[in-house]
């Protein structure tokens, strides 16, 4: 049981260096290994604040989150404003308009758009030079043998996803499918 992180969509999502931002997390803590050395985020959970974190940690500059969300949720803030505090600029109702690549073809920097008088508009700010951008946008529910089994699912606004909502008799769902990250 599980859930499958969801990339956002954007001009040029497909740039070598733009990755979905639990796999640029696996690759640091679990091989050592850098896939950027200045990293974007894009988030609209506060996975992708952690991940920041998990960036600056292993030495990896990241001049910007852009969360897609106007007002994050209050775990976000709270991580928002210790990035702040390491000069992380982190832009609320903000996201990727579109990506740019380099002579080699990987990213090289991002436009912004932004969500202002009920409608997305492009910044009129330069590009942000980045050479990774890591996404954590939302989750889809690793939900398929449930509803085999006949599981009804509901949306649930507070877990932004799909959650089992009735069970057949005698099956249990846990953790991410259900909409719980955390390991509390």
């Known amino acids: 049981q599980g859930a499958f992180e969801q990339p956002a969509v954007f001009r040029n999502n497909d740039l070598p260096g733009i990755m979905l931002a639990s796999g640029a997390q696996r690759l640091m803590n679990r091989y050592a290994v850098a896939p950027a050395s200045r990293v974007g985020i894009l988030g609209a959970n506060v996975h992708a604040y952690r991940a920041a974190l998990d960036a600056r940690a292993a030495g990896l500059d990241v001049p910007v989150v852009l969360d897609l969300r106007e007002k994050p949720g209050p775990q976000s803030q709270v991580l928002a404003e210790t990035l702040r505090g390491q000069g992380v600029q982190v832009l609320n109702g903000t996201a990727v308009y579109a990506a740019h690549g380099g002579r080699e073809g990987a990213i090289d920097a991002i436009e912004l758009v932004e969500w202002r008088a009920g409608a997305w508009q492009q910044s009129p700010g330069d590009a942000i030079a980045v050479?990774?951008?890591?996404?954590?946008?939302?989750?889809?529910?690793?939900?398929?043998?449930?509803?085999?089994?006949?599981?009804?699912?509901?949306?649930?606004?507070?877990?932004?996803?799909?959650?089992?909502?009735?069970?057949?008799?005698?099956?249990?769902?846990?953790?991410?499918?259900?909409?719980?990250?955390?390991?509390?």
């Open 131 to 184: 050479d990774g951008l890591w996404m954590s946008v939302g989750f889809a529910p690793a939900d398929t043998l449930l509803r085999q089994a006949g599981t009804k699912m509901r949306y649930d606004a507070g877990a932004c996803q799909f959650v089992p909502d009735t069970l057949p008799p005698g099956l249990f769902a846990c953790g991410k499918v259900n909409g719980m990250f955390d390991l509390a």
